[in-house]
């Protein structure tokens, strides 16, 4: 490899004065080697010693996860490909059209690859069942479905073939925490593995009631709240919340809603049970705010409320036209 030989005290000089003039070959390390240092270069130079060295190459790091199927996939191919993906602990979940499964194991090890995480899934369904969990398919790397995943300071731990967890949510959870007050009694009506109670139970110096009728969730929920550091404190219940809460002989300052496929069915539970000035955080998939508001109002007319919208926001795209909504309502 041709290179300029210059004095280490120079090397540095030298390297920025190739760089600015486009003769420094950046494809090359440079080298050092007793006193002298060698820069590689794209051709011959005046002013300076030029001799033939062997150099190392410099790795190349893709840019983007298109880039590493640059020659294994079609240009119509790549443009085809969802190339998000959830990221959750070490694991990632790809999502793969249908035109592409012939090449999903040149995907999901591109994946590996480029992400460096410990293992890579596909999607084989969509999220089903009361337990809402999805089918997934292993592609690449440890068949290991268990992670930790961090989220502001918080650590909540999974399994992704037996629970549900969206990291898409994080900018939510965090928005939902900083509104709550120390002193809050919360119900989350539908908490998974606790990813808002936990973030939340690590700020506030709050009482939480933790619902869910997955069993694998709550059994989740119990080891995140022996692995984080809590202010507030969490009670946990495995059922279905318009059972559970029959047994609930007091009322909450705030209820979480966030199953946005059905909370709407669970209205009528929420307006009974929050208090006089609560607030409920109420989330539903739709193309525009009017029906969830329409649904949150209607439910606390019928249990003798009256409710003020304080806040309306669109948390992520679920389909083209369609978003899951967060609709904010505070009982006068």
Known sequence: MKCVK????????????????????????IKT????????????????EIVDVELEPMKKVPHNFAE???DELTCEEIENLRTSFDTIGDIVILEI?????DKKQIIGDAALKFTKRKSIYMKRSAIKGTTRVRDLEFLSGVDDSVTIHKEHGARLKLDVRKVY???????????????VNDGEKILDMFCGIGPFPIVIA????????????NESAI??????????????????????VRQVSDNFNFK??????????????????AANLIEDGGIINYYEFSDSYEQGIKRLTDACKAAGKEVEIINCRKVKSTSPGEWHVAIDGKII
């Open 202 to 213: 690590r700020n506030k110096q709050v009482d939480i009631t933790a619902v869910d009728i």
């Open 165 to 179: 967890f969206s990291p898409r949510l994080a900018t939510e959870r965090k928005r939902v925490m900083q509104s």
């Open 68 to 70: 590493l199927l640059e």
């Open 219 to 240: 059994e989740y929920l119990n080891e995140n709240i022996k692995l984080n550091k809590l202010k507030g404190t969490i009670q946990t219940y495995c059922g279905d």
């Open 33 to 48: 080697d007793g006193d002298f240092g060698y820069i590689p270069i794209n051709e011959n130079i005046n002013n300076y």
């Open 6 to 29: 210059v004095p280490l005290r120079q090397l540095n000089d030298a390297r920025i004065k190739l760089m600015e003039n486009g003769s420094m070959n950046m494809e090359y390390r």
């Open 97 to 101: 059209p249908e035109n592409l499964q």
């Open 252 to 269: 909450f300052d705030r209820i979480i809603m966030n199953l946005p496929g059905l909370a709407y069915t669970f209205l009528d539970v």
